[in-house]
């Protein structure tokens, strides 16, 4: 079991960071070759990057549209965000100043993360229109994110697991040595379904992550009169002229 | 009437006889609700909303294939791999929707039709399914668990169904979370439709006659310059001022370029009155092109890059013949976005260029002025600077209001600052006429809803989903008919203006009650001859 979760955490860090790597790669070679900022938009390089800031931080745009679908996601989200900072001390030796003062909030906000998710997957069955839009996969996705949560809570709340060699385990990894992990049920729940989730993440829709930042109705700044913008393949045309 | 863009007759019948009576006869405008409320799913209600395919004469004339092709199913997929890597929009949008269900009601023509597949996401999904299942790992391996499907003769039917029941309006775009804008994937749809030889006709015929003869409209040099004689004459006749309509004037300082629309149909023509009275009032040299006697560029519309760049090139030459100093842009809204937005790019009108081929235009143009400049730009900085004076009381007949048309609102901007595009027109209306009111917040601005007719859509055979697709508009504006006496709806877009005296009437207003902003304007400017 050890060896498994060893070799399982290895290769899904590597299918994780390369498959976003390489979406990311992807991404920055698409040309944009049109100004296609959703306007009103900001006119300076500082706007965009504020505008980016609350679209990324607050879901501004969301806020906008659908206060349900806002408070759940952020919920969910901020809660997501807490836990993953709070789990950097299983990482970490000594644990930062940062990270152990969260470390409160971060117990507390898997219970944001749950609700959110539980949230967000009655919209699927209970709301008609998001009933329609659902497939297989975008159930199976709120399903698996709820299983870590839930198993998360359970060793934290219900039937503890053996947390300190939890950590010599991921220390372990870090350099290359396997050190043994609990034999607990619910920790290997726990772990396999987080490199479940790393594994899909390059090819799935949580590629919306990296994506925000990319999506050219939000990152271009709105200035098409000022100066010329030129994708290199339309720049071919040009040359018939 | 096969085609739209022919002049509306201005008469009071509310509708032109039905050329084909059973079809006509089914188009009944949908109820208004009591509040915005989110209609119930109606599965396929709009399945038989079919556009006329394009003739393969149509589709030649513009470069594509007459009919579907052999081998149509590769070719579309190869296409939409040729698209991921030229667009960075659809390469993103493609993979980043999440499904959240943020804009399922944010689209008129799903609150009109309540047809799940105008839910902007399943627009969407139509060719999101096909992206997963040839581009992505899940989608070849496990095509059911992730919604992807085969590209077969029924999705494409549905393509040419769907994207040709969304106007391209953007309004999705804004709620978005990731700013998913389905006109992207419309047109990436429309392109690889056109591609594979499945064109809508009313698109392409127009394409055609711009080639051909310089306008959507298909008016030849002879019959505009007729047409702005007459116009001379009519305003002599009206305020006694001598008001030019010139064509094709070298030397003028201003080229302006406007839909053919204001050359002939109405409202629209008063707008271009109104030009004509700023620009004799603030003393200004301008003239109208025969070569470019069209704004509008329906290449945008099908997304395809060259169509859209050929056309804007008439623009450039047009200036670069007449050796013009200004370029300004007439009340039409995707028109708008094209100048504003695309013509640097496409054809170097603008500024800041460090290429030979945009240099060479920048260098003739005027670098004190915005290049393009909307009319409406042109219109409010004379009258901040004190050269225009308006008779306010003539325009006291009318309570009004503005229509945000959804191209200016959401993909351009005018002035100096984000926003400009909802306060200009604004702040002229109020320079001209003493009663405005808007409508609801949740209509204007950004939050505009299309008039129903944007897009490529203005066609008759395409008549049911524009009304219907008129119809949170038509509610915003029945509010303020009902509390303020509002019985003017201004605009600066010449699709809006069609497609309003089209539909208005099956709402129980007017065709009337729709005009320009500049045709307010005309009412209230003062002339030197006058008095």
Not at chain 2, 17 to 33: D, I, M, Q, T
Not at chain 2, 382 to 403: P, V
Not at chain 2, 429 to 456: L, P, Q, W
Request: hydrophobic share 45%; net charge neutral; with cysteine.
């Amino acid at each position: 079991m050890n060896l498994l979760f060893a070799i399982l955490f290895y290769a899904a860090t590597v299918i994780l960071v390369g498959g976003i790597a390489y979406r990311i790669y992807e991404y920055l070679g698409t040309p944009a070759p049109l100004k296609i900022p959703t306007t009103p938009a900001p006119t300076t390089t500082g706007g965009v990057a504020f505008r980016m800031f609350r679209e990324v931080v607050f879901f501004e745009s969301l806020f906008k549209s659908n206060l349900w679908i806002w408070a759940l996601g952020w919920l969910f989200h901020v809660g997501l965000a807490l836990v993953l900072l709070r789990h950097l001390r299983y990482f970490t030796e000594p644990v930062n100043f940062i990270i152990a003062f969260i470390q409160p909030f971060g117990m507390y906000a898997g219970f944001a993360m749950a609700a959110g998710l539980a949230g967000l997957w009655a919209r699927r069955f209970l709301v008609e229109r998001i009933r329609y839009i659902s497939t297989p996969s975008d159930h199976l996705m709120l399903a698996l994110l709820l299983g870590i949560a839930v198993t998360g809570l359970l060793m934290k709340f219900v039937m503890h697991t053996d947390i300190v060699a939890v950590k010599a385990f991921f220390l372990g990894l870090m350099v290359f040595e396997i050190n043994p992990l609990p034999a607990h049920p619910g920790l290997y729940l726990h772990l396999g379904m987080v490199v479940l989730l790393m594994i899909v993440f390059p090819v799935s829709k949580l590629l919306h992550a990296p994506g925000v930042f990319f999506s050219p109705t939000r990152n271009q700044v709105d200035n098409p009169r000022e100066t010329r913008h030129l994708a290199p393949w339309a720049a071919k045309f040009e040359a018939k002229n | 009437m096969a085609d739209e863009t022919t002049p509306v007759a201005v008469a009071p019948a509310p509708t032109p006889a039905p050329a084909k009576p059973a079809e006509k006869a089914k188009v009944v405008a949908p109820a208004y609700r009591d509040y915005p409320n989110i209609p119930a799913l109606k599965i396929d209600s709009m399945a038989d909303s079919n556009p006329y395919v394009a003739a393969a004469v149509h589709n030649e004339s513009v470069g594509f294939p007459g009919t579907l092709v052999e081998g149509w199913e590769q070719k579309a997929v190869a296409k939409m791999g040729e698209l991921l890597g030229k667009y960075r929009s659809l390469r993103v949008y493609m993979d980043a929707c999440v499904h959240c269900g943020a804009c399922t009601d944010k689209c008129h023509y799903f609150i009109g039709t309540g047809d799940p597949k105008n839910m902007p996401v399943a627009r969407q999904d139509l060719m999101r399914s096909v992206y997963r299942r040839y581009y992505t790992l899940p989608g070849k391996l496990f095509p059911k668990l992730v919604g992807a499907r085969d590209m077969t003769k029924d999705v494409l039917d549905d393509w040419f169904r769907y994207y040709n029941q969304c106007s391209e309006c953007r309004r999705c775009s804004v709620f978005c979370p990731y700013g998913i804008d389905t006109a992207e994937v419309t047109m990436a749809a429309k392109e690889i439709m056109h591609s594979v030889g499945l064109g809508h006709k009313y698109v392409n015929e127009i394409i055609g006659k711009v080639h051909k003869i310089g306008n959507n409209l298909g008016l030849p040099g002879p019959a505009l310059e007729n047409t702005l004689e007459g116009l001379e004459e009519d305003v002599l006749e009206d305020t006694g001022a001598a008001v030019k309509y010139p064509l094709d004037q070298k030397g003028a300082e201003v080229l302006l370029v406007t839909p053919s629309a204001d050359f002939f149909a109405e409202p629209h023509v008063d707008s271009l009155i109104g030009y004509g009275k700023v620009f004799h009032a603030a003393g200004i040299s301008w003239t109208l092109s025969s070569k470019a006697s069209e704004a509008g560029n329906f290449g945008m519309f099908i997304g395809n890059y060259e169509q859209m760049k050929k056309i804007a090139m008439r623009v450039r030459e047009a200036a670069l013949e007449l050796g013009v100093k200004r370029i300004v842009v007439g009340e039409c809204g995707h028109a708008w976005r094209v100048a504003y937005a695309f013509w640097n790019t496409l054809t170097g009108i603008g500024a800041g260029a460090d290429d030979p081929f945009a240099i060479q235009l920048q260098k003739q143009l005027d670098p004190n002025y915005k290049q393009p400049s909307h009319i409406c730009e042109v219109t409010w900085d004379l009258i901040q600077a004190g050269r225009l004076k308006f008779n306010k009381e003539a325009n006291d007949h009318r309570i009004i209001t503005f229509h945000d048309s959804c191209n200016v609102a959401r993909g351009s901007r005018m002035g100096d600052y984000a926003g400009g595009q909802f306060d200009i027109p604004r702040n002229i209306i109020r320079a001209v006429a003493n009663h405005y009111v808007d409508m609801s917040e949740a209509t204007t601005r950004e939050k505009t809803f299309c008039c129903g007719g944007g897009g490529g859509l203005l066609t008759d055979e395409l008549l049911d989903l524009r009304v219907k697709g008129a119809l949170p508009r038509m509610e915003a504006l029945n509010r303020i008919v009902q509390d303020n006496g509002v019985n003017f709806m201004a605009t600066i877009c010449a699709i809006c203006k069609a497609q309003f005296t089209k539909v208005l009437p099956y709402y129980g207003f007017k065709m009337s009650m729709v005009g320009g902003v500049h045709q307010l304007v005309s009412t209230a400017i003062v002339l030197d001859n006058e008095q």
